[in-house]
């Protein structure tokens, strides 16, 4: 099956949680716990937790990302980190366009493109989050907004720089609040993503593409969200800031 050609990915999204202390101990029980991973676990963390996570996952199997990336190489951007200094701190992954970055910090598809293109070019792997609301959803527009969001988000990505490229579909009520899509409603979005990518890149490029569904996965629903043959893994919030929690969902993804 497409499947096994895949990477799965679990991901932790610690959102705006844990000072560099807290990560430390976070970590420290991390490791143990997903030591024996059939899958590739990532955790994204604040930017202030980084150099902890980086230094203690040295030599391990879990793999660290930031949580967002400045689009400008260098130069006058007060507050803002560029991909070059991430990579040189030995970061690996970044989330791009999450649904918190849309709602309150003006994200919008234009700067998750150039977010995007600027951490390929700097060699880092994005996680680019795509999702629609609950009104859209309502409004019967999510596949063609989902579509919408990969189109913009890609456009000006190479079939060759694709390869480093997971996609993440969130859907935003999902989000932090307890209500889980369907594994039905999530295969279903996961697999219009593919679509859309294969129309794009080709069938291939398609195939290998991993697709992680987010939005309150836990440790209960994840081996079912995950079973689907278009979820290849997961972009995890709440529940990666608990490491057994986490753990039993990077188990249920090397089921997959
Ligand atoms: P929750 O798992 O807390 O719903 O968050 C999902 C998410 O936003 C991951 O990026």
Request: hydrophobic share 40%; net charge negative.
């Amino acid at each position: 099956m497409d499947k096994q050609n895949r990477k799965a990915i679990i991901a932790g999204n610690w959102k705006m949680n844990k000072t560099a202390t807290e990560a430390k101990a976070l970590i420290h029980e991390l490791i143990p716990a997903v030591k024996d991973a059939g899958c590739e676990v990532v955790i994204c963390v604040p930017f202030t937790d980084l150099v902890t996570a980086v230094e203690l996952t040295k030599g391990t199997n879990i793999h660290v990302g930031a949580e967002n990336v400045h689009f400008e190489k260098s130069g006058a951007f007060t507050g803002e980190i560029s991909a070059d200094m991430l990579t040189d701190l030995g970061v690996e992954y970044v989330v791009i366009g999450h649904s918190e970055r849309r709602q309150y910090f003006a994200e919008t598809d234009e700067t998750v493109n150039k977010r995007t293109k600027a951490a390929l070019a700097g060699g880092l792997k994005p996680i680019v989050c795509v999702g629609e609301s609950l009104t859209q959803r309502e409004q019967g527009v999510t596949e063609e907004l989902v579509r919408m969001q990969v189109k913009i988000a890609l456009n000006g990505v190479t079939e060759d720089e694709l390869k480093n490229v997971v996609i993440a579909y969130e859907p935003i009520w999902a989000i932090g609040t307890g209500k889980t899509a369907t594994s039905d409603q999530a295969e279903e979005v996961c697999a219009a993503i593919r679509k859309v990518v294969g129309e794009l890149y080709g069938e291939t490029a398609a195939k290998g593409l991993t697709v992680q569904y987010g939005g309150s996965m836990n440790a209960k629903n994840a081996e079912e969200l995950l079973g689907k043959p278009n979820v290849d893994g997961g972009l995890i919030g709440g529940a990666s800031l608990k490491a057994d929690q986490f753990a039993i969902i990077v188990d249920a993804a090397t089921k997959g």
